[in-house]
């Protein structure tokens, strides 16, 4: 399995190897610079893409779900577009996933609240969701992971088993945390970019084609481009008879812990 353990294992052999010939034949520094290069691109790729399991295992789908099944899950709220997205999950009788913002439960402990009594889950996507998460050290990212977990417990009454990154990028510094705060991290394989375009078509267009029993969508209840987004694909979903399931049942794997 390629993981950040073992590729650091072996490119740092590799450069040991070379520094061991450098004392017999003469080995141009190019070498050097290349090894490196590509170690940091694989770290790169690695640490970018949640699926990889680079430096976590993540949950990204269910590959052995042959049923038309689909989980649906939103990151970045509470809000006041949150609001728009229950209606809409409620309208089509769907379950859905919310990654919440700590800052963002203190500011609507309502939404919350609303988001579990009409059975839906929640998981922890940190507190700050800040620019800067990538960088923190694992201490700052328990810090944060522990801030919002208490936050959702206040609703819950039991422990959040379920952590997304912001961004979706892993770190070692996160994995660290992780060992301690035992989350499971939860990705996705159906990514809608709906953070980055607000073009309707483009985005249902994409969803769409990436489709399959077992998916987890990624979106956001973060925008309006986004709940017009969503009504038009659960209505694609319920024409093409495809269930929205929650993440619980997907992956057969439990939302709290008492």
Known sequence: ????????????FLLLVLLLLNLYVAIHFLWFAAIILIWIGINAFGSARISSNYHVKAFCNNPSETEKKIALTFDDGPGIYTLEVLALLK???????????????????????????EGHLVGNHSY??????DFYNAATITEEIQ????LLEK??????????????????????????TK???????????????????????????????????????????SVLVLEQFLQ?????????????????LKAYAN
């Open 1 to 12: 399995m390629i993981t950040h353990k073992n590729i650091s294992l072996f490119f740092i």
């Open 91 to 117: 309208k089509y009788n769907a379950k859905a996933t919310f990654f919440c913002i700590g800052k963002n439960i203190e500011k609507h402990p309502e939404i919350i609240q609303q988001i579990i009594e």
């Open 128 to 133: 700050s969701h800040s620019t800067f998460f």
């Open 147 to 150: 801030k919002t977990d208490k």
């Open 155 to 180: 609703f819950t009454s039991k422990k959040i088993n379920f952590f997304r990154p912001p961004y979706g990028v892993t770190t070692p510094s996160i994995g660290r945390a992780l060992k301690f």
């Open 183 to 225: 989350h499971k991290v939860i990705g996705w394989n159906i990514r809608s970019l709906d953070g980055g375009t607000k073009n309707v078509e483009l985005i249902l267009n994409r969803i769409k084609k990436r489709v399959s029993p077992g998916g987890i969508v990624l979106l956001h209840d973060t925008a309006p481009h």
């Open 236 to 252: 694609f979903l319920q024409q093409n008879n495809y269930e929205v399931v929650s993440i619980e049942e997907l992956l057969n």
